[in-house]
């Protein structure tokens, strides 16, 4: 007996579906969207219904194709109108995501606030931005948590209110222009200091006086309503101020310049230091010691901060990472222990070459 495939001829298959969900009067409403479309609906770019509807059709389970009972909708929403209820759940109802999905929007709204944080803020010691990565450990370590429904400037601005009570961070001031009637330029002043407002310079030109300095963003309102009742102008020369300028990082560096700590006296055999001048040579060649100090040669030279050594160009510099001294610093630093010499490395090498021969000629 031969088995057939049935089709069913009135049942619509509904792919590539985005669902809107909307909650009333106890029941639950659903319309099937075009993914990518429920958005630009609500932003205003997409124009045509029939280009964000699926079906001008309302569910109560869109997954199982359960469709809305007429009393239901009209005891809802008034009307039993299935464009008009529609056209109430896309702006009204919430859209259903996937879950990898929802975690790539709150990831990516996390890091726009992040961005808007690092643009607003400076630190109070250095007066330097935060990187993007301290800024997102920072509200991580506040315990902050996405809004969705929220705008992101908005959830900035409370993350660096937040921030201001347990980190060195504050608010990076506004770089603006104030002209005013010189009569008039004493009273200005006096609000300045009042302000605690920094004046960069001062420019008078005629019946006019022009100031440009820089305050706190949260004093602009009052500083715009002051100048206008002075008749007088206000420009922003700049949203946020940074400090320029290079910094000074010679003293992040200082320990690397300390010479390696030694061995212990009793750790290395006298015999094996007898040998350690005439085969280091043989080390010396795998990677180049810092010992010509050359100013200018020690700026051409890369630094390796496991062997607290200078060797030279970029060859020399890979050739370097290939060395018996190199590996054998690195093995010790997984120990934490010191980094060795050349000589001192060559000479622990050759210890451990020697017990390892003992163990094996052991009985």
């Known amino acids: 007996m031969s088995k057939t495939i049935?089709?069913?001829?009135?049942?619509?298959r509904l792919t590539n579906v985005a669902v809107v969900r909307l909650k009333k009067h106890g029941n639950r409403f659903e319309i099937a969207c075009y993914k990518n479309k429920v958005l630009s609906w609500r932003s205003g770019v997409e124009k045509d219904l029939d280009e964000v509807l699926q079906s001008h059709t309302v569910?109560?389970?869109v997954s199982k194709g359960i469709l809305a009972k007429?009393?239901?909708?009209?005891?809802a929403f008034?009307?039993?109108d299935q464009t008009k209820i529609c056209l109430e759940i896309l702006d009204k109802g919430e859209l259903q995501v996937a879950g990898k999905e929802r975690e790539s929007q709150f990831s990516s709204q996390f890091r726009d606030i992040a961005t808007i944080v690092m643009q607003k803020t400076i630190n109070a010691e250095t007066q330097r931005p935060y990187t993007i990565n301290m800024v997102e450990?920072?509200?991580h370590e506040i315990h902050f948590?996405?809004?969705q429904h929220s705008s992101s400037k908005k959830q900035a601005l409370e993350v660096i209110r937040e921030l201001l009570k347990h980190f060195p961070i504050k608010r990076s001031p506004m770089k603006l222009r104030l002209t005013v009637p010189a009569q008039k330029f004493s009273s200005l002043n006096e609000k300045l200091d009042s302000w605690s407002?920094?004046?960069a310079s001062r420019d008078e030109s005629g019946n006019q006086l022009s100031v440009v300095c820089e305050m706190?963003?949260?004093?602009?309102?009052?500083?715009d309503a002051f100048i206008r009742s002075m008749q007088g102008r206000l420009e922003i020369l700049a949203v946020s101020v940074h400090c320029e300028g290079d910094t000074n990082v010679d003293h992040y560096d200082d320990h690397e310049d300390l010479p390696p700590a030694s061995l212990p006296k009793d750790f290395v055999h006298k015999e094996f230091m007898e040998s350690v001048p005439e085969s280091s040579e043989r080390l010396q060649e795998q990677a180049l010691s810092s010992g010509n100090g050359n100013a200018e040669g020690r700026i051409k030279q890369n630094k390796c901060s496991t062997c607290y050594a200078f060797v030279g160009d970029s060859k020399q510099y890979r050739e370097h990472f290939k060395s018996d001294w190199h590996k054998h610093n690195l093995r010790r630093k997984t120990r934490q222990l010191p980094p060795l010499t050349a000589e001192e490395c060559l000479a622990d090498l050759e210890l451990g070459d020697s017990n390892a021969d003992l163990q094996d000629y052991s009985f």
């Open 216 to 223: 706190d963003p949260s004093l602009f309102r009052d500083c």
């Open 6 to 12: 049935v089709q069913p001829i009135g049942q619509k």
């Open 145 to 147: 948590a996405v809004d």
């Open 70 to 75: 007429t009393k239901d909708l009209t005891k």
């Open 197 to 199: 407002a920094c004046i």
């Open 59 to 61: 569910y109560s389970n």
């Open 137 to 139: 450990r920072l509200m």
């Open 78 to 80: 008034g009307t039993d």
